[in-house]
């Protein structure tokens, strides 16, 4: 898939044609957080030889398809996010980088985001940064690393698990990352702002 996802409708016919287990781990992953979604229309139009595919979908109460643009900016998100994170792994790339996947995602798409990180983890090495609290309560400490600057220097730790193991009770990751628990200003009184 092209990083623009430009080329995300023949991409899916690809899966569909030759990795349909993966074609349906993608379908299914979407229909957990838009229900309304049956599957993707990848029908091709034009004359052959000059044929093109437009991104279109059906839903699961109609039968005429729907353009791409007709799905919430959420949604489309979610679906180029799901396509990346669960393609074939002799496609995926060695390392993923994302800066706020979570943004105009709804909330319970969160838990499966994680997931598919998490998966695509075991492959790749998946590096993402975020503003949200609720997105890293989804990941251990040994998920983490804490980028502070220290006299102009960025530095760059992980989190001392049993250091914050009395917090764990109450609090997910995210949330002690939001309280300010983890970082620099635990290790020397110092306050730090993000």
């Not at 990180?117 to 997105?135: G, L, N, R, W, Y």
Request: charged share 20%; aromatic share 12%; glycine share 6%.
């Amino acid at each position: 898939m092209d990083a623009d996802a430009s080329n995300l409708a023949p991409f899916l016919l690809y899966l569909r044609k030759h990795f349909s287990t993966r074609y349906q781990e993608i379908i299914s992953a979407i229909k957990t957080v838009a229900p309304f979604f049956h599957d993707f229309y990848l029908e091709p139009r034009g004359e052959k030889g000059d044929e093109f595919l437009l991104l279109r979908w059906t839903h699961v109460d109609y039968d005429t398809p729907f353009s791409a643009n007709q799905l919430s900016d959420g949604t489309a998100r979610f679906i180029c996010l799901a396509v990346l994170f669960l393609q074939p792994i002799m496609s995926q790339p060695k390392t993923i980088v994302l800066d706020e996947p979570e943004l105009g995602l709804h909330p319970a798409a969160l838990n499966v985001l994680a997931e598919m990180v998490k998966a695509a983890a075991k492959t790749s090495q998946v590096i993402c940064s975020t503003q949200s609290a609720a997105f890293a309560n989804q990941f251990e400490p040994e998920d983490f690393i804490v980028v502070d600057q220290q006299k102009g220097v960025s530095t760059f730790k992980r989190p001392d698990k049993k250091a914050l193991e009395h917090w764990f009770d109450n609090y997910g990751m995210g949330e002690i990352w939001s309280k300010n628990l983890i970082g620099e200003a635990v290790l020397n009184g110092k306050g730090r702002y993000f």
